[in-house]
T-cell receptor, first 114, second 115 residues
Framework: AQTVTQSQPEMSVQEAETVTLSCTYDTSESDYYLFWYKQPPSRQMILVIRQEAYKQQNATENRFSVNFQKAAKSFSLKISDSQLGDAAMYFCANSGGSNYKLTFGKGTLLTVNP | NAGVTQTPKFQVLKTGQSMTLQCAQDMNHNSMYWYRQDPGMGLRLIYYSASEGTTDKGEVPNGYNVSRLNKREFSLRLESAAPSQTSVYFC??????????????FGDGTRLSIL
């Protein structure tokens, strides 16, 4: 069984500052993947970043990076130089390599203040 | 670049009515998925189709049926709509052979209200 927990229902950050969104997970899979998706008010689900569990190196995509702590089952998202367009709901998600079930957390609503 | 296309975008039904949500992808993906998103909750998997000709239940399948019509299309049917099925429905697709192999690409969602 897979579970994903996002303990911060809401976060806020000043424009140009850095913010970290938390996520913890649990899975029985030995081979699994972790994702952060962004959902702006337009309702689209946009992939932000992806991490393979077998890779020790933390994934980065421009201003977005993760801190993947496998032993602690923690997968936090860091957004650097926050922009107004980063304001959205952010979902952490987990899937096992051998199954098709993508399990989502309940989301963190990020507000970016000018 | 259409990606994943869902129709309709909005729909209002009366309790007991039936309807089919349509989904089509043009990325030649093997796998397709239907999710529902309720306030305060993340997306929950209703049904998925790992490949053309196969379908399987996800986390919340009760009250729904699906059809993988061909590789491109995956429809979701509500036979007798209930107010508890008021939600936003997302279709997604992915390449590879499992949810983890490739990221899922999502449609824009269908907002369904059942009175």
């Amino acid at each position: 069984a897979q579970t994903v927990t996002q303990s911060q229902p809401e976060m806020s950050v000043q424009e140009a500052e850095t913010v970290t969104l938390s996520c913890t997970y649990d899975t029985s899979e030995s081979d699994y993947y972790l994702f952060w998706y962004k959902q702006p008010p337009s309702r689209q689900m946009i992939l932000v970043i992806r991490q393979e569990a077998y890779k020790q190196q933390n994934a980065t995509e421009n201003r977005f990076s993760v801190n993947f702590q496998k032993a602690a089952k923690s997968f936090s998202l860091k957004i650097s130089d926050s922009q107004l367009g980063d304001a959205a709901m952010y979902f952490c998600a987990n899937s096992g390599g051998s199954n098709y079930k993508l399990t989502f957390g309940k989301g963190t609503l990020l507000t970016v203040n000018p | 670049n259409a990606g994943v296309t869902q129709t309709p975008k909005f729909q209002v039904l009366k309790t007991g009515q039936s309807m089919t949500l349509q989904c089509a992808q043009d990325m030649n993906h093997n796998s397709m998925y239907w999710y529902r998103q309720d306030p305060g909750m993340g997306l929950r998997l209703i049904y998925y189709s790992a490949s053309e000709g196969t379908t399987d239940k996800g986390e919340v399948p009760n009250g729904y049926n699906v059809s993988r019509l061909n590789k491109r299309e995956f429809s979701l049917r509500l036979e007798s709509a209930a107010p508890s099925q008021t939600s936003v429905y997302f279709c997604a697709s992915s390449g590879g052979t499992g949810a983890g192999n490739q990221p899922q690409h999502f449609g824009d969602g269908t907002r369904l209200s059942i009175l």
